[in-house]
């Protein structure tokens, strides 16, 4: 099975910050089969970006996705404080359809 | 708009079972695979399964083969899980998402609490 690992565990930054959050697949991904939520503690997670690059219908234009292969990066272009959320990537490449460890974003 | 609708909290035995239901509703249901997804207590996200709405086929995770089984009404839009069996280490948030190029809705998530 894919094993993703995301990185770092937390970030803390000041509002306005550029934040970028990695995930490394195990395995190459094939058709870039990647997807990032943000989840809002005590909420149901959010879709953020699919196919690694394009972003869902209604996300913000600070949100953008990018990476191939084994290495993915979301990176959010300036920090607002309704970003404080733990940001997972998942791969839906192969069966099982993991997700990564998370990582979680707070303000400085 | 799209709605999930998941089933109240849960308080269960270890060895019990327990069926978590997802109502549907704002759009056509077969349509779309329903996956099951659920998250412990501090815990990441972990998937479960998948159910295509329209045929009835699933695919679970090994980790809960023999254990889970996923179905679905296409008269009343719904799908469920079943999971048996029960542990301590089942205690969790379960959620049902629609899958549109990633889990693009969400109900709002299911408690249950396995507890002696």
């Known amino acids: 099975e894919i094993v993703l690992t995301q990185s770092p565990g937390t970030l803390s930054l000041s509002p306005g910050e550029r934040a970028t959050l990695s995930c490394r697949a195990s395995?190459?991904?094939?058709?870039?089969?990647l997807v990032w939520y943000q989840q809002i503690p005590g909420q149901a997670p959010r879709l953020l970006i699919y196919g690694a690059s394009s972003r869902a219908p209604g996300i913000p234009d600070r949100f953008s996705g990018s990476g191939s292969g084994t290495d993915f990066t979301l990176t959010i272009s300036r920090l607002e404080p309704e970003d404080i959320a733990v940001y997972y990537c998942q791969q839906y490449a192969n069966s099982p359809l993991n997700f990564g460890g998370g990582t979680t974003v707070e303000i400085k | 708009q799209v709605q999930l609708v998941q089933s109240g909290a849960e308080v269960k035995k270890p060895g019990a079972s327990v069926k978590v239901s997802c109502k549907t509703s704002g759009y056509i249901f077969t349509t779309y695979p329903i996956h099951w997804v659920r998250q412990a207590p501090g815990q990441r996200l972990e998937w479960m399964g998948w159910?295509?709405?329209?045929?009835?086929?699933?695919k679970y995770s090994q980790k809960f083969q023999g254990r889970v089984t996923i179905t679905r009404d296409t008269s009343a839009s719904t799908a469920y899980m079943d999971l048996s069996s029960l542990s301590l280490e089942d205690t969790a948030v379960y959620y049902c998402?629609?899958?549109?190029?990633?889990?693009?809705?969400w109900g709002q998530g299911t408690l249950v609490t396995v507890s002696p």
């Open positions: 998402a629609r899958w549109n190029s990633g889990c693009d809705s």
């Open positions: 395995q190459t991904l094939s058709r870039n089969s």
């Open positions: 159910i295509n709405a329209g045929s009835g086929n699933t």
